[in-house]
T-cell receptor, first 109, second 114 residues
Framework: GQNIDQPTEMTATEGAIVQINCTYQ??????LFWYQQHAGEAPTFLSY??LDGLEEKGRFSSFLSRSKGYSYLLLKELQMKDSASYLC??????????WGAGTKLIIKP | NAGVTQTPKFRVLKTGQSMTLLCAQD?????MYWYRQDPGMGLRLIHY???????AKGEVPDGYNVSRLKKQNFLLGLESAAPSQTSVYFC?????????????FGEGSRLTVL
């Protein structure tokens, strides 16, 4: 079956760095997405990886290893506004997204 | 800058009642989707459309129907609501081009079935 695993909740300190891991199993693979979702709001796009390696975008970076079925989202210089859920989603061979349950990130002062 | 708009934002139904959720996008996107989001679970695809006049079933289609008569609108209907359909519903759209495939989401519609 198809499956996405990510931690349910993580806590980090303002100004620090946090890494949110995601492992996936899909029928075929057409890319890995990360979305941010603040409580009570819609998900918003953060990143897309289809090739192995690190993609950097400001304070956020996303890494993909296709051979390991693994990705992570790295958030640097954490700010209070980064408190949100982070959703990992893998696109299968039919271009359908398989979503993880999300990782709730709590930032403490 | 409307993007994707969902109506209504909140609704309370009694078991057996029917209702329609409307999704409208002004980005000329071909692909549109209806998801439901429940606590502790990932987004689950209900139905989707790859263009005007087309619809297809997703992961959890039972109890729902959809229509895409106009490119900009995607309607989700519940014919006979059940408590199991209490959820937050999100509409999303994408251009379907081979770049990031970024999904644009509406603000969500919170449905409670009593």
């Amino acid at each position: 079956g198809q499956n996405i695993d990510q931690p349910t909740e993580m806590t980090a300190t303002e100004g620090a760095i946090v890494q949110i891991n995601c492992t996936y199993q899909t029928s075929g693979f057409n890319g890995l997405f990360w979305y941010q979702q603040h409580a009570g709001e819609a998900p918003t796009f953060l990143s897309y990886n289809v090739l192995d390696g690190l993609e950097e975008k400001g304070r956020f970076s996303s890494f993909l290893s296709r051979s390991k079925g693994y990705s992570y989202l790295l958030l640097k210089e954490l700010q209070m506004k980064d408190s949100a859920s982070y959703l990992c989603a893998a696109m299968d061979s039919n271009y359908q997204l398989i979503w993880g349950a999300g990782t709730k990130l709590i930032i403490k002062p | 800058n409307a993007g994707v708009t969902q109506t209504p934002k909140f609704r309370v139904l009694k078991t057996g009642q029917s209702m329609t959720l409307l999704c409208a996008q002004d980005m000329n996107h071909e692909y549109m989707y209806w998801y439901r989001q429940d606590p502790g679970m990932g987004l689950r695809l209900i139905h989707y459309s790859v263009g005007e006049g087309t619809t297809a079933k997703g992961e959890v289609p039972d109890g729902y129907n959809v229509s895409r008569l106009k490119k900009q609108n995607f309607l989700l209907g519940l014919e006979s609501a059940a408590p199991s359909q209490t959820s937050v519903y999100f509409c999303a759209s994408t251009s379907g081009t081979a770049d990031t495939g970024e999904l644009f989401f509406g603000e969500g519609s919170r449905l409670t079935v009593l």
